[in-house]
């Protein structure tokens, strides 16, 4: 039933190690995004792809990168993890970027760095 | 920029009425939308707000006020599945980007 995939739930990577993070969806939305959240913090925007188009927020940094090889797959790519990018990573959709449209989360995976 | 400001927990007993307030002050405003998420989930959409006034869905509801930047969530007859955290965010007027306030942790307590 699951509509949005997120793989793994649990992912620790080395300091400096690149690491990917994948998501898929069954919803043939048009908009994925990726999020990251802290612990006890909001979610925070890093980008987003409509359609095929690639939207980068100010400050994400460049070491966060994404890939949308197709409509049901979107990755994210982190090329030189530091201590600070532990978090949750959210992936989300919606059928469009039209503001009424509510974003369909995945549970998420949780990043940890050693 | 754009503030959004919940409280940060609350506590509430089975069975009560909890009101969780958000104000923001955005550059552009298009929507706000309620979400609620457990502890080590994901988020789940539960309400969307862009003209005045309340939104009624069974035990929730979610008011909206423009002018004064205030939103509410209402959460009747509080149930113990209903200890979450509950995330208020804004839509500015491009596209379809949240951007998050920090969050109220609601505790339900028996």
């Known amino acids: 039933d699951a509509m949005v995939i997120q793989n793994p739930r649990y992912q620790v990577t080395q300091f400096g190690k690149p690491v990917t993070l994948s998501c898929s969806q069954t919803?043939?939305?048009?908009?994925m995004y990726w999020y990251q959240q802290k612990s006890s913090q909001a979610p925070k925007l890093l980008f987003h792809?409509?359609?095929?188009?690639?939207?980068n927020e100010a400050d994400t940094p460049d070491n966060f990168q994404s890939r949308r090889p197709n409509t049901s797959f979107c990755f994210l790519d982190i090329r030189s993890p530091g201590l600070g990018d532990a978090a949750m990573y959210l992936c989300?959709?919606?059928?469009?970027?039209?503001?009424?449209?509510?974003?369909?989360f995945g549970d998420g995976t949780r990043l940890s760095i050693l | 920029g754009q503030n959004i400001d919940q409280p940060t927990e609350m506590t509430a007993t089975e069975g009560a009425i909890v009101q969780i307030n958000c104000t923001y002050q955005?550059?552009?405003?298009?929507?706000l939308f309620w979400y609620q998420q457990h502890a080590g989930e994901a988020p789940t959409f539960l309400s969307y707000?862009?003209?005045?006034g309340l939104e009624e869905k069974g035990r929730f509801s979610s008011f909206l006020s423009r002018s004064k930047g205030y939103s509410y969530l209402l959460l009747k007859e509080l149930q113990m599945k209903d200890s979450a955290s509950y995330l208020c965010?804004?839509?500015?007027?491009?596209?379809?980007?949240?951007?998050f306030g920090g969050g109220t942790r609601v505790l339900v307590k028996p």
């Open positions: 989300a959709t919606s059928r469009s970027r039209d503001n009424n449209q509510p974003q369909h």
């Open positions: 919803l043939n939305h048009n908009v």
């Open positions: 792809y409509y359609d095929k188009d690639f939207n």
């Open positions: 955005t550059s552009g405003f298009n929507g």
């Open positions: 707000n862009v003209l005045d």
């Open positions: 965010a804004v839509i500015k007027a491009a596209g379809n980007k949240l951007t």
